[in-house]
């Protein structure tokens, strides 16, 4: 299986600031043939289900807003928030869908300074 | 829309059976994969099991693995989700998660999620 890592577990950034996530998978997500990493990010607001922000590792989903950003290959990943709004207190998600099983990382919280 | 409703949740004793099903509308059911995600209490995500568009194709996590069955009837447009054998560490919030890509693949991201179903396995 492979095993996806988060860090740091959690972090508070002040409103405005830039807030970043990293996420390390235990093997390569880049799928050579179509040279696409099969790897997604989600946000789970509190009480909430979670929701697409990223996938390809960084395409954006419709309607997420630009200052979400997902970059990286490989097995290193990384997902930025420019600027902190108060609605992304949430907890963020990795989760690669190259194998099966797919694998999603602990989570790593944003909470505002 | 995308609408994806589950039900069928509730408590049941360790050794009990349940079945889930999510009700889905809004897009062509049979061209997406379909997976089961859950959520013990506190916790964070874990993927379950995933069907193909056409049901050729499914899989599940180890540890329900020989105990759960997933199945689509697209002439429905329901996905179920039949739980034997439970034990307490299935205790969880199980949501329906619609596949992303189109062509029914399984390998996909998910792009829609149910508001889920709380099952309980506790005597």
């Known amino acids: 299986d492979i095993v996806m890592t988060q860090s740091p577990d959690s972090l508070a950034v002040s409103l405005g600031e830039r807030a970043t996530i990293n996420c390390k998978s235990s093997?390569?997500?880049?799928?050579?043939?179509?040279?696409?990493?099969?790897l997604a990010w989600y946000q789970q607001k509190p009480g909430q289900t979670p929701k697409l922000l990223i996938y390809w590792a960084s395409t954006r989903e419709s309607g997420v807003p630009d200052r979400f950003s997902g970059s990286g290959s490989g097995t290193d990943f990384t997902l930025t928030i420019s600027s902190l709004q108060a609605e992304d207190v949430a907890v963020y998600y990795c989760q690669q869908y190259y194998n099966i099983p797919f694998t999603f990382g602990p989570g790593t919280r944003v909470d505002i300074k | 829309e995308v609408q994806l409703l589950e039900s069928g949740g509730g408590l049941v004793q360790p050794g009990g059976s349940l079945r889930l099903s999510c009700a889905a509308s809004g897009f062509t059911f049979s061209s997406y994969g379909m997976s089961w995600v859950r959520q013990a209490p506190g916790n964070g995500l874990e993927w379950v099991s995933v069907?193909?568009?056409?049901?050729?194709?499914?899989f599940y996590a180890d540890s329900v693995k020989g105990r759960f069955t997933i199945s689509r009837d697209n002439s429905k447009n329901t996905l179920s989700l039949q739980m034997n054998s439970l034990r307490a560490e299935d205790t969880a919030v199980y949501y329906c998660a619609k596949g992303r890509s189109s062509g029914g693949t399984c390998y996909t991201d998910f792009d829609y999620w149910g508001q889920g179903t709380l099952v309980t396995v506790s005597s």
């Open positions: 093997q390569s997500v880049l799928y050579s043939s179509n040279n696409k990493n099969y």
């Open positions: 069907i193909s568009g056409s049901s050729g194709s499914t």
